[in-house]
């Protein structure tokens, strides 16, 4: 359950965007633009994060009515071992030193799903953290160290699996379904893609995220659709795409099967008018921008 | 008659209720409350609950009743019922300083040799820790049903009675009262009956639980709840009466209040409590069904829906509205506009200024995109679907107690979502 500290939406007087750079930061840059809301970008090439100095860097960059959104970090494809991790710690205490130092109006901590064990099959807020990995450790600490920071609102978001065409992570779903189709004209898919996920468009997260930032949204809040598909659905849905028969391939089953939904209860109750973008209009709107960037 | 004078201190809904099954049963009674309007009202014949046949029962025996606000008016009574409400705060917790501030004023006031018998809910240990002499000291468990209270007061199953000895003969005017509602007498230690008295709420929630998470499921694969549960309550180990149908999650007050003492009981003595806790997490996420189909058929689909929603109460036959599921869905349609009618609750119990209070059933349908029908009041199923599907603006109709007919609805040209059947829901196994 989120709380909005401001219960009228209000524009934040200028949003600091940490990570700004990746996949989700200019999707909420784009947004903010949308919106006409003062923005501050950084990306790793403006700020290393991880580097002793930007504690004081960021201090001096940020000011106490700012809106701060923390995104950065280094994703599994960049490490999954101990020395990502101590590193993705070191950015998030330098991020927090920052604040505690400046202050801020308002902070969404960007974390991740993995903060939840992988086994659980229905997902909501109340279920307990139970990080299975480091990558999960990882945000499941960084969340406590955002809500340490005394003073500061803080809303932790938890997104569930994103696409959208910049994706540049090429985990198992929509966006690698689409590259694979495209290259080889070919899906393979793990057993016969049971497994059922929930699938979030880039864009509906940076709305939601926008949504969070207008009210100044504390708690911690799920970003999912509510709607779980199979991969083989998910597959089936990027082959349409395609217009000419792309091949979904089967393999032998390595794992058992295990499906994740969404109780979105939450979001619904705190924007009862939000609407998601369903799957098969998602894949397609990725479909006709990769056609139009090419 | 009897000469057994009868006081009750406390004429709330359970007060009232066990004052007129003690009127029905030819005993005179006392009933005490602080709150003078309330014996004002009691006098003029319109008691404070709202209940199917109160007026009736209380103004037939009106002759044998004396409603007072003069708590010295006890201490001619030979047995005194405390039977006070005992508020929870959000999590369901008792708050115990109000019954024990009365029980303290009624001791003043009995008379030499007088019986006091706790009647509320209260948590295993409460009467023994009472400052009153043993042999005159009682806890009954109170089974009242809202709705069917009158119904339940005169006529009980059985009559569990905590007490300092069981094995002691019950006092006279105590034994007399107790004989007249010609039922098994089961006297016990007084936390046994505490106990008691939550182990029967832990079982209608586990039947409810049962009836919610099955239903659920219902939906999504095509089967019907409908069709299941009368199977269910012909297997004699599960029962006629059982708590089988599906709802909004546990509403009321009551259950709640017992499920979070065992929680807190269970934490202070490190005993398990899991499977109450998941009760409580069925509960609320039950509790969102209206609000999630209500989001994705019309809210996350039009600009500005109207949402006329029937009923208000958290069952029928109540003006209760404690933990009502329909408030709960009322207070997440707050950037929309309702039109709403409850027969007994008046609409400005929604602090919702785009709320529209109708005069009927088919004037809160009038131009609405979507009608949820939250409370199975009885008249609500005498509803014409043709004529709401007139009235409607959209065709979205949520009924989860069923109280519509589906089949009508359908071929009314509505959608009709319930509880427990979700035709869309077949799937065949692949």
Known sequence: MIIHQSPAAQKPERVVLLGARGFIGAAIRKELDAQRIPRLALSSADLNLAEAAAADELAAALRATDAVVMLAALTPDKGRDIPTLMKNLAMMQNTCTAI??????????????????????RVSEDTPTSPQDLYGAMHHTREIMARSLAGVPVLVLRPTLIYGLDDTHNSYGPNRFRRAAQKGGKITLFGGGEETRDHIHVDDVAALTLRCLLHRSTGT?????????????????????????????????????????????????????????????????????????? | MSDVLVGFAGMTHLGVNSAAAALAHGFSVVGYDADRDVIEALRRGDPPAVEPGLPDVLRRHASRANYTAD????????????????????????????????????????????????????????????????ERLFYQVETLVFGEAVERAMHPERIILGCANPSATLPAALGEFLSAFACPILPMRYES????????????????????????????LGAAWSEIAPALKLDRRIGQHAYLAPGLGIAGGNLERDLATVCKLADAHGTDAGVVRAWIANSRHRRDWALQTLHGAVLSKLEDPVIAVLGLAYKQNTH??????????????????????????????????RCHAASSELDACEGADALAIMTPWPQFGTLDPVQVARKLRGKLVLDPYAVLNAVACRAAGLEYHTLGFNPDGIRTEK
Do not use: W
Request: hydrophobic share 45%.
């Open chain 2, 71 to 134: 708590i010295a008016d006890l201490s001619r009574c030979d047995l005194v019922y405390i039977a006070s409400d005992v508020p929870t705060d959000g999590s369901g917790a008792s708050d115990l300083a109000g019954i024990r501030r009365l029980i303290e004023g009624v001791s003043g006031a009995l008379a030499r040799g007088a019986v006091v018998v706790v009647l509320c809910q209260v948590p295993p240990g409460f009467t023994r820790a009472l400052a009153l002499p043993d």
């Open chain 1, 221 to 294: 809040l799920n970003a999912a659709t509510g709607t779980s598909h199979s991969f083989h659905e998910v597959a089936e849905a990027v082959s349409k795409q395609f217009g000419k028969t792309v091949e979904i391939v089967k393999t032998p089953r390595a794992n058992p099967i295990t499906h994740r939904h969404y109780d979105v209860a939450n979001t619904i109750k705190a924007f009862p008018d939000i609407r998601f973008i369903p799957l098969e209009d998602g894949v397609a709107r990725v479909h006709r921008e990769m056609l139009e960037k090419s």
């Open chain 2, 193 to 220: 009956a505490e106990l008691a008295k939550i182990a029967i709420n832990c079982c209608l929630v586990s039947s409810i639980s049962v009836a919610n998470t099955l239903a659920e499921l219902c939906e999504c």
């Open chain 1, 100 to 121: 505690a130092k400046t202050g801020c109006a308002h902070m969404v901590y960007f974390s991740s799903d993995a903060v939840y064990d992988g086994a659980v099959s």
């Open chain 2, 320 to 353: 209760s509205t404690r933990n009502s599921a329909s408030l709960a869905l009322l207070a997440h349609l707050a950037p929309f506009r309702v039109r709403i009618f409850d027969p007994v609750v008046p609409a400005t119990a929604i602090p919702n200024p």
